[in-house]
């Protein structure tokens, strides 16, 4: 792999420096293991086979291959490291914010793609790390919005009662991660339908994890991936290791 001398300094150099498939795979590699590289299936941090062709490493540990991408923000993606690089330096480098539409139109990528990148690259940098959850994972649904004794008697009679009106807001929290402290991840959704809940817990989650969910029926499913449990609110609050008190703490 190449070496980076210089930082490249203007959108043009960005895309022409990261346009190399070993210069993005440096930096990746650089921004995941700054202390070495170490195997996602086993955590063996012995020197690993470089398989230069296909830009992946052999575990001599366990024999499993693995990429910089597995594991993390970028494993399930369709786009390459060039583009996901490339956003990043984007956002890092834009003092005063960029919009989906510029990030859009110089990645050569569509608008729902480009707001999809952003948003996850700034919340992995509120988190300080590009890798996905693990370990003991709560996840939880809200709806937050303005109470209706603050809203104009016609506004309360429109919105309604219950959820009408409100936002929906999912929460990810990785029980003493590896910072040493638990990390909360939130974000609004759409809705809380089963392709929503479970399409985000496997954005954020990496598979064969423990995760812990209410008794809401979005989340049956989830046990296929990883290993699902649930705490039923109706008959109790914490059963040993399964509850979501540490998320409901936090949006208290």
Same mark, same amino acid.
């Given at each position: 792999?190449?070496? %980076? ?27 995941? *293991?700054?202390?070495?590289? +170490? ?18 490493? /052999? ?16 494993? @399930? ?6 583009? *996901?690089? +490339?956003?990043? *330096? ?21 608008? /729902?793609?480009? *707001? ?16 996905? %959850? ?24 429109? /919105? ?31 809705? #809380?339908?089963?392709?929503?809940? %479970? ?7 990496? !598979? ?5 969910? @209410?008794?809401?029926? !979005? ?5 296929? @991936?990883?290993?699902?449990?649930? #705490? ?21």
């Amino acid at each position: 792999m190449q070496t %980076q001398t210089t930082t490249p300094q203007t959108l043009t150099e960005a895309i022409r420096y990261f346009s190399d498939p070993d210069v993005c795979l440096e930096f990746v590699v650089k921004l995941r *293991w700054a202390d070495g590289i +170490v195997c996602p299936h086993c955590g063996s941090k012995e020197p690993h086979y470089f398989l230069k062709t296909r830009r992946i490493w /052999k575990c001599k540990s366990c024999a499993k291959q693995f990429s910089a991408k597995v594991g993390t923000i970028f494993e @399930d993606s369709a786009l390459g490291l060039d583009k *996901w690089v +490339v956003a990043i *330096w984007l956002i890092a480098n834009a003092k005063n914010g960029i919009s989906s539409y510029e990030v859009s139109r110089a990645l050569g990528i569509t608008q /729902k793609s480009a *707001w999809h990148m952003m948003h996850i690259i700034r919340l992995t940098m509120q988190t300080g790390s590009f890798k996905k %959850q693990s370990g003991d994972v709560e996840v939880d649904e809200t709806y937050i919005g303005g109470k209706a004794r603050n809203m104009h008697k016609g506004v309360r009679k429109a /919105k309604g009662r219950g959820t009408v009106g409100k936002t929906a807001v999912m929460g990810l929290l990785e029980r003493h991660s590896e910072q040493g402290h638990s990390t909360v991840r939130t974000e609004i959704v759409p809705d #809380i339908k089963t392709s929503t809940l %479970q399409g985000k817990v496997r954005e954020h989650v990496e !598979s064969g994890s423990n995760v812990y969910t @209410d008794a809401l029926s !979005s989340y049956e499913g989830l046990s296929t @991936d990883y290993v699902h449990q649930v #705490i039923d609110h109706a008959e109790a609050y914490v059963n040993g290791k399964v509850y979501t008190n540490g998320l409901e703490n936090f949006g208290a």
